[in-house]
């Protein structure tokens, strides 16, 4: 049956940035396609509801409170995991943590740039190496799943620093692919095209010399008549897509960039 392919009964898996927007959505689908989900991210109150929302729904959820940019609490946190699952390992490690940084290239301080680099891309490397580990040494296989964005297919003005560093993930999880795949371990990105999640609200936020709630309008309105259907994407459709790359319905999917972006990018 079709279903039993999205079924993750039994399975164990790691999120990152699981307190709000992508990152929440993802656990949450998980854990109701019945994965033991490990929620971790730096903001405690975010973190605590995303657990409550699983445990609610009768899923399985387990919060680790930390920084991805800080590789001792990654790796302590998954060995933690695998400990706790009854299989003793980690199936798979959807790595979505990230922020956001704009302002022109000619503008970009070297803190700036190095602040957007240890989140989306060190935390991202820090993530997949702890998993990595543990699927080979469980033997196994598993799914490394990272987060990257249409940013990559596209430049666009004041994101250099939040662009290269999902750039650089796209390179991260194309090369790992072809480290790891002889262990049975497929690793494959994600590039959402425009989503409205906390993320997004927070930097627009930062300039309060813009109407927030106008801009975000005028900025989905755009992105939604590009988009052939009609309208910008939201988490849950980003969370499906992690889902497939999970399930064993991907079992023959990897080195891959999947792009829930309404189509408003069609790479080759």
């Given amino acids: 049956m079709p279903s039993k392919a999205y079924d993750l009964t039994g399975r164990t898996a790691f999120v990152t940035g699981a307190a709000s927007g992508i990152g929440r959505a993802s656990a949450v689908l998980l854990a109701r396609a019945g994965a033991a989900v490990h929620c971790a991210d730096r903001d405690a109150p975010g973190l605590d509801e995303t657990t409550d929302l699983i445990k609610e729904t009768g899923g399985t959820a387990c919060p680790h409170l930390l920084d991805v940019a800080d590789r001792t ?6 060995a933690e995991a695998a ?93 790992l692919a072809t480290e790891v795949g002889p262990h049975g371990i497929r690793v494959n990105a994600v590039a959402p095209g425009w989503i409205r999640t906390p993320m997004t609200d927070r930097h627009d936020a930062a300039d309060r010399n813009r109407d927030q709630d106008r801009d975000r309008d005028r900025i989905e309105d755009l992105m939604a008549r590009r988009s052939p259907l ?32 309404g189509g408003v990018a069609m790479p080759w």
Avoid: W
């Fill in 73 to 78: 609490q990654v790796d302590q946190a998954v």
């Fill in 230 to 261: 009609g309208r910008v994407g939201t988490p849950e459709d980003v969370a499906h897509a992690v889902l497939y790359l999970a399930s064993d319905a991907a079992a023959f999917t990897t080195g891959q960039i999947l792009r829930p972006n």
């Fill in 83 to 175: 400990t706790a699952a009854p299989t003793g390992r980690v199936d798979t490690l959807a790595a979505i943590a990230g922020i956001m940084h704009s302002g022109p290239v000619l503008e970009t301080r070297e803190e700036d740039l190095d602040r957007v680099l240890d989140v989306n891309f060190k935390g991202v490397l820090y993530a997949c190496q702890a998993a990595a580990r543990v699927m080979i040494e469980a033997g196994s296989g598993g799914s490394i799943i990272t987060m990257a964005s249409g940013a990559v297919d596209t430049g666009a003005p004041d994101l250099l620093c939040y662009g290269a560093s999902k750039a650089a993930v796209v390179q991260l999880t194309k090369t």
